[in-house]
């Protein structure tokens, strides 16, 4: 079935705006057909179409399920701002791999300090109902460095991909831990003094290898070890 964010009216459930329009005229729905819908909450609602009109549709709910897709972890990703395209890439992939948070920060090296709000709000829907998630992960306006600094010390653990580390990682950080932070630079790195002042901060600095990867390649491997060490 399709999957469909909507907000609730009553008993029902609303589909409006873009999704009504990729509802009607995408998929050429019809009253009777079934969808799911989401909400931004931890439940999957099984419903029938019961009217379109010409905005909006309704939606008689049939059952509700707790969504599966969900993280059981509370993983937020530090991004350091990259250009517009590497920033599309990475938010797809961050949210199939569980992240509950996307916080973008500026450095040394950041060109692009800007995104629209809008835009990136489509891009984390679209995103969601790929890997069928019932609620939207955060996205921040973007922060400063020193403003990210801070925000460390919130966390059970703080993972720092960073290409010059050479002592090998210790697994056993992430066990039995749930709120996780992932540090990730951008195309240009990080500069050498706000790497030192990162790994001042209580961190664990992981190699992704001798190969240097592109930052949304980075942000895929380092998630992906991240989610299976820690049960996500």
Known sequence: MKRFFGRKQNENIIIEGDEFLHLKKVLRL???DKVIASVNDENDYYCTISKINKN???LIVDNVENCPALPNKNIT???MMPKKDY?????????ELGVSEIVPFSSAYTQNKI???ERIQTQVQTACKQCERSKLPLVSDIIPFKQMLEKLKDFDVVIFAYENEEKPFD???LQDKQKIAVIIGNEAGFSEEEANAIQKQNVQSISLGKRILRCDTAVVATLALVSVLSGN
């Open 30 to 32: 019809n009253e009777g």
């Open 56 to 58: 909006d549709c309704v």
């Open 77 to 79: 990703l530090f991004q």
């Open 87 to 95: 920033f599309d890439a990475i938010l797809p992939k961050s949210i």
């Open 115 to 117: 995104f629209k709000r």
């Open 171 to 173: 697994a056993s950080v």
